[in-house]
């Protein structure tokens, strides 16, 4: 083998390795988290033309929780559905909204009510990553079984029950 061989082996590790130990699977329940992570998906077209984006925070069980602190946990999504832009034709979904707007509230993030068609509504704001890194929050924990392609799959999801209050925001500063 030439040295070329060797210093590649040595840098590009190409094994590949299974840990059964690693199954553990965070049980169901409430938990101290912080966002970590909050992805944002590129707008997508509902059947009925109308956009809409996917949130999707990741959570990290905070460090003092035995065994599973330091754990890190998804959110499956929450839709924030947009307008009709205008297009009578195009069906609105505005009452899927309220998942988004739990979110919101939940964090925390000003909602202002506006007049629409002579109808109060609250005008939900976009949010960015930026906005949400390092809150503390109580996530609740639950199991999510789906057909894989090794049968049938366990995985831990999570969503925002509340904020944690005694919780240190590891980004001071977040603000709105």
């Keep these: ?25 965070i049980p169901e329940g409430s938990y101290p988290a912080h966002i970590i992570s ?5 707008e997508k077209k509902t059947v009925y033309g109308n956009p809409y984006n996917i949130y999707k925070p990741v959570y990290r069980i905070d460090k003092s929780v035995d065994m599973y602190g330091g754990m890190s946990v998804s959110d499956k999504g929450i839709f924030r559905f947009r307008g009709k832009n205008n297009n009578p034709s195009k069906k609105s979904n505005a009452k899927g909204n309220l998942p988004y707007k739990n979110m919101l509230d939940k964090l925390e993030i000003p909602i202002i009510k506006v ?3 002579g109808k109060e509504v609250y005008k ?6 930026s906005q949400v890194i390092g809150i503390p929050v109580i996530i609740n924990v639950y199991h ?6 090794y049968g049938m799959q366990k995985s831990a ?13 590891l980004n001071s500063s977040v603000s709105f």
Aim: aromatic share 8%; glycine share 4%.
């Design 157 to 169: 999801v999570a969503n925002i029950a509340h904020l944690w209050k005694d919780g240190e925001n």
């Design 1 to 25: 083998m030439s040295s070329v061989d060797s210093i590649l082996d040595d840098v590009l590790d190409d094994d590949a390795y299974y840990d059964p130990n690693e199954k553990t699977i």
């Design 124 to 129: 939900l704001p976009s949010v960015d990553e």
């Design 115 to 117: 007049m629409v068609k």
């Design 38 to 42: 909050f992805d944002v998906s590129r």
């Design 144 to 149: 999510d079984t789906f057909k894989g392609n």
